[in-house]
């Protein structure tokens, strides 16, 4: 009898202590998509042309690129070098949080790292036009980690 009543207890207790756990568990999904702060995920990323993304990301406050954004502008810029007569915009975005003043700044910041890293891969600034949107075109109108990663952009878009 006594036996039966430890095992009865011992069987509850990993009952219990499962659903707990299974309660606890932290869905992993979206966290693939984001490597520090910084959007790798590719559900909003179009094409300039074949096999060449046409945007960057940017971790929180921070105009600095990532290896994989000098990465993507690489393949822009040999694309750009291949199609001489085509002239690109870059957008500068920022996600949801701060002012509007500072986000146009980052924005901005944003847009010429990336027209500079074109630059010092042969395409002439004559072919390169900056604008900052800050934070007021969000690709994704969410308000949490996920969502202000993939606001935290910019963006080659051609111009002609």
């Not at 750009?80 to 500068?92: F, H, I, T, W, Y």
């Not at 074109?118 to 600034?125: C, D, I, R």
Request: with cysteine.
């Amino acid at each position: 009898m006594n036996l039966s009543k430890i095992l009865k207890n011992t069987f509850l207790v990993i009952l219990l202590s499962m659903v707990v756990s299974a309660c606890a568990t932290k869905k992993t999904a979206t966290i693939s998509q984001i490597q520090g702060d910084v959007y790798t995920g590719t559900d909003t990323v179009e094409y300039l042309a074949k096999g060449v993304p046409d945007r960057v990301f940017f971790a929180t406050n921070e105009s600095i690129l990532t290896t994989m954004s000098r990465d993507t502008l690489r393949k822009q810029a040999a694309w750009l070098r291949d199609n001489p007569s085509v002239n690109v915009v870059l957008e500068g975005h920022a996600d949801e949080r701060g002012t509007r003043e500072y986000n146009l700044a980052l924005g901005e910041r944003r847009a010429n790292a990336a027209k500079d890293y074109l630059m010092t891969y042969g395409v002439s600034a004559d072919r390169i036009s900056v604008i900052s949107y800050g934070k007021e075109r969000p690709v994704d109108s969410g308000s949490n980690p996920l969502s202000w990663s993939k606001n935290r952009r910019s963006v080659t878009v051609k111009a002609n």
